[in-house]
């Protein structure tokens, strides 16, 4: 119970003390040490219970019904600075929780709170059970402080293709096409597409499900699944790479399905790099920051990072 108590406070620790936050706060421990209690009594240990109460409570399929019923916004954030809302497609609709989060991303952009994203995230379902979100999630990002990798590519003549939500989370800046993905699977089949046409320069694909359908959810199945079929389609686009061709493939963060909880776990993420001419392999140092990936993407391409940029550029090492 004491890791349940430390969670609830770290969800509340930045909210004003109110008697109206408090009241929350006491009804949502109240109904989370039942949800506890019952679980133990049915056989599952300290841990599994745990575990099912801080990953499960107040998911989709607890709160949906309410929001259909009652036409109340699902609002949540979570570890990162972010605020999300879930609205019904059917009953709710896209348009209308659209303006809800163009209300939102004007609201939070003052500069006591500066919330670095603000996310719809759409979902179709009637009852317990059929509820689903849809690829119709769209980010109210912050743009960038500054000139990025992205717009000195740009700004250089070359081709800048974000596929998956790599336009939201940059807000379009430095970028000269972009592709929205219905899932993983369809980003791996745009990047596949895009690997066959002639283009130079940077293609910056981000798949999202690993992290939102099956990493938060903590399914271990499903991301297993999803790692099969991302492995199937990088054998294909292998096989499209030219000489001239750098792969890097990296993670934001962590989100480990067989983890407790919801949220990002924060172990270090991987960083591959490929060329079909590099000779033998081996382990990179640890870095501590992925600016080093941005340096190293305009040394690439003998484009000079932004002013004020950070990062060093490590393409020697790779060769």
Known sequence: METIRNYLETMFARLPITLEVQKAK??????????????????????????????????????????IATGHMIVYTSADSVLQICGNEETFGLEELSRCCEIARELT??????????IARPYVGKKKGEFVRTSNRHDYALKPYGQTA???????????????????????????????????????EQTIEIANRDF???????????DALWGHRRNVKGYAQELEKFDEKLGEFLKLLRDDDLLLITADHGNDPTHTGTDHTREDVLFLAYSPPFKGSGKLEDETSFAVIGATIADNFNVRMPEDTIGHSILETLK
């Not at 679980?39 to 499960?56: F, H, M, P, R, Y």
């Open 26 to 67: 006491n009804e949502l421990w109240q109904m989370m040490e039942d949800k506890y209690t019952e679980l133990i009594k049915d056989g599952k240990t300290e841990n599994e219970a745990v575990g099912i109460v801080i990953s499960e409570f107040g998911n989709l399929d607890e709160l949906a019904e309410e929001e």
């Open 200 to 210: 130079h320069g940077l293609c910056y694909v981000n798949l999202v499900d690993f």
């Open 109 to 118: 952009l003052r500069d006591e709170w500066k919330v670095g994203r603000v």
């Open 150 to 188: 992205l717009n000195a590519l740009k700004d250089a003549g070359l081709d800048v293709i974000s596929v998956g939500k790599i336009f939201d989370i940059f807000d379009g800046e430095g970028l000269t096409e972009s592709n929205k993905s219905k899932s993983s699977v369809h980003g791996m």
